[in-house]
């Protein structure tokens, strides 16, 4: 059988399921805050609500809504309060909203290798790039596969580091019988519309520390601790406005109720679609980190274009002729490579804070090529699937078999 990319018969020709679960209770929740006309958290309760159920949810005492999972990130950054020209090492392979939040704050983005096989940040690579004015690390739980947060842990409290979880993909990712986004100082997670629950736009931070939950509050709403205080209002600290608005609130509990169904469907679907796909040369399905439950945002595959006889983007194409979701990569290179910061040009003509007098002499951060050699490997490599909570048993075998198809064919 030919594939369907040279002219043969596609295995599948009906869209695989997709979209969001969205609708009546949602409505409902809006259209409260609608007739209440009350559409700021200024005076409202869907914020707060919010807030005191996704707090419960994860098991933590603080919880702070917020406009974007860049936010979410940035608020958590402003928390540990670092000083400018700090360093805070994260992921190569990410979203540029996690390298916003670091930069927004004057602080250096310094980047640790992965792991080949989880394509999470490698606790020996952070190791590595540890320095003096390391502030905090802040590992990137990709896809939904939880880092290796036992080593991470040891190494911020063997230097006194904080660690920031960037949750934004792994909503119901476990890590050794906790939480992802629990584990760490702080934990911020996106609700953009391609996350598993999503209100369109919107952030979450959370963390178990009070000092910090605190402070994470203020930074949130430009300073200001009491929303609805009489008199005078008190700007404690310097602060960003990213409050939620009660809109945004009304639909995030909504879908919070159906959070857990929802992760645990992606979970059983790349969990089985990785049974099916095992031993086939030149693919790698994806790889749990030992001790973890993997939620699947992305459902990443490994090319290897020697042993296939085809590169990932050749893979991705010949998939999407067979009827399935597939893309080549995530992001076209590891982050450090594109413009913006490798030219360290951030605010106007400068290369604040790369230069600055509080970065100091002898710290030199090397955007290139070669930098993460790992991470540049992977993504060139790379081939990303699709599932989600609405597949059914037919709907994996369909995707396991123009797998397997392509790959059967790659020579041909």
């Known amino acids: 059988m030919k594939l369907a990319i040279h002219g043969g018969e596609p295995v599948r020709t009906e869209p695989f399921p997709s979209g969001k679960d969205i609708g009546a209770e949602e409505l409902a929740l809006v259209t409260e805050v609608i007739e209440s006309k009350r559409l700021c958290l200024h005076g409202g309760e869907k914020v707060p609500l919010f807030e005191a159920r996704f707090a419960e949810h994860y098991g933590v005492r603080h919880c702070t809504a917020s406009t974007s999972g860049t936010s979410a990130l940035h608020v958590a950054v402003g928390g540990i309060n670092p000083n400018p020209g700090d360093e805070i090492i994260t992921a190569p392979i990410t979203d540029m909203g996690t390298i916003v939040a670091i930069l927004a704050q004057n602080c250096i983005p310094v980047f640790a290798d992965i792991d080949p096989d989880t394509y999470n940040v490698s606790p020996a690579s952070i190791s ?36 920031i979880e960037d949750t934004s993909q792994s909503y119901g990712t476990m890590y050794r019988g906790r939480r992802a986004g629990t584990i760490g100082d702080i934990g911020s997670f996106s609700l953009q519309q391609s996350k598993h629950i999503t209100t369109g736009d919107g952030g979450l931070t959370i963390t178990d520390d009070d000092a910090l939950g605190e402070r994470i509050h203020l930074f949130a709403n430009k300073g200001w601790p009491n929303y609805s205080a009489l008199g005078a209002r008190e700007y404690r600290i310097f602060g960003f406005c990213y409050r939620m608005t009660e809109l945004t609130a009304a639909v995030g509990l909504a879908q919070l109720p159906k959070l857990d169904r929802i992760t645990a469907g992606f979970n059983w679907a790349g969990d089985l679609l990785t049974e099916k796909l095992q031993g086939i040369p030149g693919i790698q399905p994806p790889i749990t980190t030992p001790g973890g439950v993997h939620t699947y945002w992305h459902y990443a595959l490994r090319v290897d274009e020697q042993e296939l006889g085809m590169s990932n983007v050749e893979f991705a194409r010949a998939c999407v002729a067979e009827g399935a979701p597939c893309g080549a990569g995530y992001i076209g290179c590891p982050i450090y490579m594109y413009e913006a910061l490798r030219k360290k040009n951030i605010y106007g003509d400068t290369l604040f804070p790369f230069d600055s007098k509080e970065y100091g002499s002898g710290h030199e951060v090397p955007y290139e090529e070669g930098y993460c050699p790992e991470a540049e490997r992977a993504l060139n490599e790379m081939a990303s699937l699709h599932v989600n909570q609405y597949f059914t048993e037919k709907d994996i075998q369909d995707m396991a078999d123009i797998v397997h198809k392509v790959a059967e064919h790659a020579r041909d």
């Open 128 to 163: 590595e790039r540890i320095t003096d004015r390391t502030a905090a690390i802040m590992p990137v739980h990709l896809f939904g596969n939880p880092c290796d947060m036992d080593a991470i842990m040891r190494i911020a409290r063997e230097h006194n580091l904080h660690v």
